[in-house]
């Protein structure tokens, strides 16, 4: 079974619509799938609802969606890098879901798991809370959320063999094996591709039946924030 | 005389204690961890870390190794990664001894804003809310009064919510004082500032 | 005449389609994997591997690497191993394309009974309920009557159930039969066997 | 901080009493936590409710603290491998909470999660739907399953740090994670400690955080069914 596509469009291709709701990995720009949204900006698909803690920047990582209006929704805890974002949405061409972070996450676990529903104390009392069902166990009141279902999850790895088991690199982990989790199909850009046998089944951290196809590149990975301490003695 | 921004984390990092798992916000919450001496702490950065280590040297940044403020930072000997269901489980679930969070109100009953300003930008809650909601014990560290001079530790907060009843002791530029059934309860003063002056910038009902 | 055990695996392994993941069942299911042919299938152990490979060579034995029947196993390139919270996700979430199980009755509805006789003793559902309830597609393959000559799929099932609605297509020794709008539909009787024979075996309604 | 202990009996001490529920991580004998089944016999400690998924075999595992009538009521999904277990349950000497493996599992992740309670469709239309709530997405039904919050948490891994960190070895991971992270305490028995930064922050299962006392120790790991094919050609 051929998972592993020779560029981003072929990867993607016959998978996009207008409309539809995709899931992507990433924090901030750390472990973003730079190469598939680049793709999806050249496909022109427009309407889209993406799931994703963050927005990008102006002008890199689900930015350039952004800047190319191809996004109608999005569902994010945290947007505050983006001011075209910020001039979209406060212009009412952009609609927003904010989610709490941890609960973004359980959500798009959830739906990759069968979980429709989970109960949790994030957000009683708050905004987040209105409209949703409430249930109490001891004195504690709980809020339902959903699990997210997308049409397709794109995320990005470190290294993953040819039938798609992967690992990531550290702190780029993030919201990638639950975006994956989420997607009717999901479409995984990585740094290098190996061969079965390769990774050490132990250390996979999201096995290849999350993962339908798989294209390798080049990712420029911008650091958002560059934070550095002085050498002593320096 | 009151705390400047160095000694209420100073003072904050007396909360923690050996062993404990915990969680910093940005702003003065960041700088606790220049205080935590020899104790036996491990930073969780909710993107996906325990074991958060100081920033990197020039030149070494890793694009794939940040905190949640987006900087780039080092791994320890103790590190481990996990993905965002992981970690926000671990929150979630108490496994977080304590967090240490700023603040723009915080209320008698505990409740907190600390995410929204109506009318202004709004830039999300990130993972604060579930912090608030899942955590051990919430510390908010934060100037007494605004700008203007008015408290920020109200009677009620009029902003949006990140939590109600959720945070356990407050550190401020004047004092500490803990939310306890009634209203909030003074801990201690800051240096040089009396009980009187720390009621008299206090909104909220003070109990015995 | 009739499918006999390995007639009927081999039956079964016709409903797998390159690049599928699958999970099996102990007894006749466990056969379909000698007849997957050179057909890409990776096989679920939902005790936590995907990429389950043959029974290990005599001294070859890992009390580590088990399957679902607590028999030991080998691993093959393409293995990954996980937790049972996750192994039980990707079968609740869909994500295994397909499971073939054993049953004691099946009904017309697509309700399966593979789990318990009530007064007898109870071993439990392990996973058989999670694997009908998620997976894509669910195949039974069991004998088409009971030792005493009664037939096993039914218009109701007897037994108390492991789900309801799930069952997708029976093979049994007379045949195959998919479940559909208003009952069962033949889509081969086995070799030697008549539509007549396959009938008069089935308490199930056949439509057309 | 210290959590390495030298012994299970030390690991264990001020932990149990008496009606305390305890989930204990395993597969049938593969990654179960002998040497502290075999510590929680020699204590003595009654009406044990244990969530596992299986209950040891006679004189083994679990079976040891069903021989020395500790246990009060087991939370399992399969039981078929051990006769005095049945003998007690028959006899009603024994309660038993039949759950679906899976739902089993999903409990304990919950639990250790913050999540009181979610949403599934395994067990829809069968005994175990009885008494649970139900509700609809789509047309189809899902009933609700509660977490499952432990006293304590005793489980096996491979090898771990002096910090708690730890990873499995192949299937003995199974219920581990899970059940470790359910526990109010978890201790863990190892095959190996080694020093922090032995382990890669990669390839850790599980942090130290859920982690709260160690011991390592020798283990049977006896091997339930063994199976085995013929060498070609001898």
């Given at each position: 079974?051929?998972?592993?596509?020779?560029?981003?469009?072929?990867?993607?291709?016959?998978?996009?619509?207008?409309?539809?709701?995709?899931?992507?990995?990433?924090?901030?720009?750390?472990?973003?799938?730079?190469?598939?949204?680049?793709?999806?900006?050249?496909?022109?698909?427009?309407?889209?609802?993406?799931?994703?803690?963050?927005?990008?920047?102006?002008?890199?990582?689900?930015?350039?969606?952004?800047?190319?209006?191809?996004?109608?929704?999005?569902?994010?805890?945290?947007?505050?890098?983006?001011?075209?974002?910020?001039?979209?949405?406060?212009?009412?061409?952009?609609?927003?879901?904010?989610?709490?972070?941890?609960?973004?996450?359980?959500?798009?676990?959830?739906?990759?798991?069968?979980?429709?529903?989970?109960?949790?104390?994030?957000?009683?009392?708050?905004?987040?809370?209105?409209?949703?069902?409430?249930?109490?166990?001891?004195?504690?009141?709980?809020?339902?959320?959903?699990?997210?279902?997308?049409?397709?999850?794109?995320?990005?790895?470190?290294?993953?063999?040819?039938?798609?088991?992967?690992?990531?690199?550290?702190?780029?982990?993030?919201?990638?094996?639950?975006?994956?989790?989420?997607?009717?199909?999901?479409?995984?850009?990585?740094?290098?591709?190996?061969?079965?046998?390769?990774?050490?089944?132990?250390?996979?951290?999201?096995?290849?039946?999350?993962?339908?196809?798989?294209?390798?590149?080049?990712?420029?990975?911008?650091?958002?924030?560059?934070?550095?301490?002085?050498?002593?003695?320096? | 005389?009151?705390?400047?921004?160095?000694?209420?984390?100073?003072?904050?990092?007396?909360?923690?204690?050996?062993?404990?798992?915990v969680n910093l916000g940005i702003g003065i919450p960041t700088l606790v961890a220049n205080y935590v001496g020899d104790k036996d702490i491990t930073l969780q950065s909710e993107n996906g870390m325990l074991g958060m280590g100081p920033f990197p040297y020039e030149g070494d940044e890793d694009p794939d190794l940040i905190n949640a403020g987006k900087q780039t930072i080092t791994e320890m000997d103790r590190t481990a990664y996990f993905d965002s269901a992981t970690s926000f489980g671990m929150i979630r679930g108490g496994k977080i001894a304590a967090a240490i969070l700023g603040a723009m109100e915080v209320s008698e009953n505990g409740d907190l804003a600390n995410w929204m300003i109506p009318g202004k930008l709004v830039k999300g809650m990130g993972g604060a809310m579930d912090l608030v909601a899942g955590v051990g014990k919430?510390?908010?560290?934060?100037?007494?009064?605004?700008?203007?001079?008015?408290?920020?530790?109200?009677?009620?907060?009029?902003?949006?919510?990140?939590?109600?009843?959720?945070?356990?002791?407050?550190?401020?530029?004047?004092?500490?004082?803990?939310?306890?059934?009634?209203?909030?309860?003074?801990?201690?003063?800051?240096?040089?500032?009396?009980?009187?002056?720390?009621?008299?910038?206090?909104?909220?009902?003070?109990?015995?």
């Amino acid at each position: 079974m051929k998972k592993v596509y020779g560029s981003a469009a072929e990867a993607l291709e016959g998978l996009l619509k207008d409309d539809m709701l995709i899931a992507a990995g990433g924090f901030g720009l750390c472990g973003i799938p730079e190469m598939l949204i680049d793709a999806i900006v050249d496909s022109g698909v427009k309407n889209l609802t993406v799931a994703s803690n963050n927005a990008g920047v102006d002008g890199f990582g689900l930015g350039k969606l952004l800047d190319s209006r191809q996004i109608k929704k999005m569902m994010s805890s945290y947007v505050g890098e983006n001011a075209e974002f910020m001039r979209q949405y406060l212009s009412g061409e952009l609609e927003l879901e904010f989610n709490p972070q941890g609960t973004l996450a359980e959500r798009m676990r959830a739906g990759g798991c069968g979980i429709p529903g989970f109960y949790t104390k994030t957000g009683v009392g708050t905004v987040i809370a209105e409209g949703k069902d409430v249930k109490t166990w001891g004195d504690q009141d709980y809020i339902l959320e959903e699990g997210i279902f997308a049409d397709l999850a794109i995320v990005k790895a470190w290294k993953a063999d040819t039938t798609g088991n992967c690992i990531f690199r550290k702190t780029a982990r993030n919201f990638n094996p639950p975006a994956a989790m989420c997607g009717k199909i999901c479409v995984m850009e990585v740094e290098e591709i190996v061969q079965p046998g390769e990774l050490d089944p132990d250390h996979i951290h999201l096995p290849g039946i999350y993962v339908h196809r798989i294209v390798q590149g080049e990712h420029e990975k911008r650091i958002e924030q560059r934070t550095v301490r002085q050498r002593e003695g320096v | 005389m009151a705390w400047d921004r160095n000694q209420m984390a100073a003072r904050a990092a007396q909360e923690l204690d050996d062993g404990m798992y915990v969680n910093l916000g940005i702003g003065i919450p960041t700088l606790v961890a220049n205080y935590v001496g020899d104790k036996d702490i491990t930073l969780q950065s909710e993107n996906g870390m325990l074991g958060m280590g100081p920033f990197p040297y020039e030149g070494d940044e890793d694009p794939d190794l940040i905190n949640a403020g987006k900087q780039t930072i080092t791994e320890m000997d103790r590190t481990a990664y996990f993905d965002s269901a992981t970690s926000f489980g671990m929150i979630r679930g108490g496994k977080i001894a304590a967090a240490i969070l700023g603040a723009m109100e915080v209320s008698e009953n505990g409740d907190l804003a600390n995410w929204m300003i109506p009318g202004k930008l709004v830039k999300g809650m990130g993972g604060a809310m579930d912090l608030v909601a899942g955590v051990g014990k919430v510390i908010v560290v934060m100037d007494h009064t605004n700008k203007h001079g008015a408290s920020k530790v109200l009677t009620d907060c009029t902003l949006p919510l990140t939590g109600k009843g959720v945070v356990d002791r407050i550190i401020t530029n004047l004092g500490v004082l803990d939310v306890v059934a009634g209203g909030l309860r003074i801990v201690e003063c800051a240096d040089g500032v009396t009980e009187q002056e720390l009621r008299s910038a206090t909104e909220a009902t003070i109990v015995s």
